[in-house]
């Protein structure tokens, strides 16, 4: 473990775009939302004029000029990560308009109102209902597990219009303003204490005929553009979807308590640093292949079902190692008693391991269940039989 990893390939140090980025950015150097969508920075891979249209390349380069700027972009998870890209597909030039510059720069949040009770991994059986009356469409339904309900202002929406079509051709996708009367939104409160995610009831709710998103019938293709977007954006490199502390961070922790003496929990931790690895190593394929312009391979699904998996051995481990104290609120791997900050030299504050713990059953049941992704890599990666019908 003495080796420092590999990373991901810097972008080239002589790319046209470097010098001019750094110089806005320091004639820029805390720019709001607004102004960071406008310059194309937030989004970059999308086409211009809310992104810079940019290759693989230039993505990195601006991430690495916004990180050595300290510039944080705005954060809108579900808005920037499946409802944009699923409004540059197929939106109206009127809806791009309308809602990507917001959405960019997080001035308006968005939610996904697709789970409904029952119809989760096999979405397709959703049963909201959307009815043409005259100019609008009147919605009956009820949707769950809907992240950041409460705090959005927009949310794309899957309903079936078609009841008599076959399942998968009968749904139409929306755009559904939160503020819209009939809405109901209730709290689900998670195991970390976290409200995160609300039940939301549609009861007759009139949506203008313009709200829908492509073609009558076509949401359901759609949806598939909304979640293969999900699948790229949730496998990033921390433990938590891409976000908190990597097993580096737990590595340092460690190290920085004078090492770990029970050799079975050394080993596991050996075990999770080497899952680790695997995982960089996709990603530097994945990131390689893309600046080389090769079509993505089956990495991403397996990296998702790989990371899920991982997340939740990270958090496992320094559980375990915070022993008997590992049951309390706000420990973490090493401290030994609940403290707000590590006594150690730790990356991350106690409170966030024992969040991640709680957190990391949800890694593998949103975005796909590991279930499903293996199904998705065993038929489409392996090309073995579907599943049969029931
Ligand atoms: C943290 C979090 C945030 C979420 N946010 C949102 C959100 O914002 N918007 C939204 O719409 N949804 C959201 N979801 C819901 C999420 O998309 C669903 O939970 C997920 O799709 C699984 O559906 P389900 O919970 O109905 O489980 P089910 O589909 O009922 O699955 C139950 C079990 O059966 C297994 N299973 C199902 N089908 C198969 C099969 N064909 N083969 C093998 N096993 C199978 C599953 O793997 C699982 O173990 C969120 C979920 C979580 C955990």
Redesign the pocket.
């Known amino acids: 473990m003495d080796t420092e990893p590999p990373s991901p390939p810097d972008g080239p140090h002589d790319h046209p775009h470097r010098a001019e980025l750094r110089s806005w950015l320091a004639d820029h150097p805390e720019p709001t939302g607004r102004l960071l969508a406008e310059r194309g920075l937030v989004a970059p891979h999308w086409p211009t004029p809310w992104g810079l249209g940019a290759d693989p390349a230039l993505q990195l380069v601006v991430d690495e000029e916004l990180r050595r700027a300290g510039v944080r972009r705005p954060e809108n998870t579900?808005g920037i990560g499946w409802a944009g890209p699923t409004l540059l597909h197929a939106g109206t030039d009127e809806q791009k308009a309308r809602y990507l510059v917001p959405l960019l720069a997080a001035e308006e949040i968005w939610?996904?109102?697709?789970?409904e009770p029952g119809?989760?991994?096999?979405?397709a059986s959703l049963t909201t209902r959307a009815e043409l009356d005259g100019d609008e469409w009147v919605v009956r339904g009820q949707?769950?597990?809907?992240?950041?309900?409460h705090l959005a202002q927009f949310g794309i929406l899957l309903a079936r219009t078609e009841p008599d079509a076959p399942m998968h051709q009968g749904i139409s996708y929306f755009i559904c303003p939160m503020d819209a009367p009939g809405i109901t939104i209730r709290p689900l409160v998670?195991m970390t204490g976290a409200h995160?995610?609300n039940e939301v009831f549609l009861d007759e709710v009139r949506l203008p005929r313009e709200n829908l998103v492509g073609e009558r019938g076509q949401g359901w293709s759609l949806g598939k553009v909304t979640l293969a977007n999900e699948r790229v954006s949730l496998s990033g490199a921390g433990a938590l979807w891409g976000m908190g502390p990597t097993v580096d961070d737990l590595v340092a922790t460690v190290r920085s308590a004078g090492g770990i003496s029970d050799p079975l929990l050394r080993q596991r931790l050996a075990g999770v640093w080497i899952e680790g690895e695997i995982l960089r190593l996709l990603r530097m394929r994945t990131v390689a292949a893309a600046v080389a312009g090769t079509p993505p391979g089956p990495e991403a699904s397996v990296r998702k079902a790989l990371a899920d998996e991982h997340g939740q051995h990270i958090m496992g481990l320094a559980r375990d190692l915070a022993g008997a104290a590992g049951m309390l609120d706000g420990t973490g791997p090493v401290s030994g008693s609940p403290a707000p900050e590590s006594p150690v030299t730790g990356h991350w504050p106690d409170a966030m391991w024992s969040f991640g713990f709680l957190?990391a059953p949800?890694l593998t049941?949103?975005?796909?269940?590991?279930?499903?992704q293996r199904?998705i890599i065993a038929e489409r990666t392996l090309g073995l039989p579907h599943?049969p019908q029931a």
Request: hydrophobic share 40%.
């Open positions: 579900i939610c996904q109102l697709f789970s119809a989760g991994s096999d979405l949707k769950v597990w809907t992240s950041y309900a998670d995160t995610f957190f949800a049941i949103g975005g796909g269940t590991s279930e499903v199904n599943d």
